[in-house]
């Protein structure tokens, strides 16, 4: 079965509220299985608040243009380089070409290159090195252009 068909599947799964799944064709066969978690919930009791003091509100720091993102196509460990020992693959203020590879994400023991949408500048990395990324997670803060 190919990698990109598995990982698909993987994410519908992860994005369900189904809790376990069997498939299987040919020569291929795949078990996933998720715990579900039930909290408690506890009774509230409600009291009534202190008067709060409001202090004059600070400078406000206008908020961005829209800002652009590179986003994980899928769920997995997130890697800056090829190897421990090898450079990032990219760095913030470097240009970047479309379909420039910009990390590497693991999945089930096989890496998959993220490349960039589109030409960009990368202005900062939002995941540390060896962090699990969910689909659709930002990953690079960038700049069309």
Do not use: H, R
Not at 22 to 43: R, T
Not at 61 to 77: M, N, R, S
Not at 108 to 120: G, H, I, R
């Amino acid at each position: 079965m190919e990698e990109i068909k598995v990982m698909d599947l993987m994410e519908k799964f992860i994005n369900s509220s189904i809790t376990k799944m069997d498939f299987s064709c040919q020569d291929f066969s795949l078990k996933l299985s998720k715990e579900v978690q039930s909290a408690a919930v506890a009774p509230v009791q409600l009291q009534a608040a202190a008067p709060i003091a409001v202090q004059p509100a600070e400078t406000v720091k206008a908020p961005e243009e829209k800002a652009e993102y590179i986003t994980a196509p899928l769920v997995g460990t997130f890697y800056q380089a090829s190897s421990p020992e090898a450079e990032a693959f990219v760095k913030p203020g470097q240009k970047v070409a479309k379909g420039q590879t910009v990390c590497l994400l693991e999945a089930m023991k096989m890496f998959s290159e993220v490349p960039a949408p589109f030409d960009c500048v990368i202005e900062e990395c939002l995941v540390s090195d060896g962090a699990q990324v969910g689909y659709d997670a930002p990953l690079f803060k960038v700049k069309k252009g």
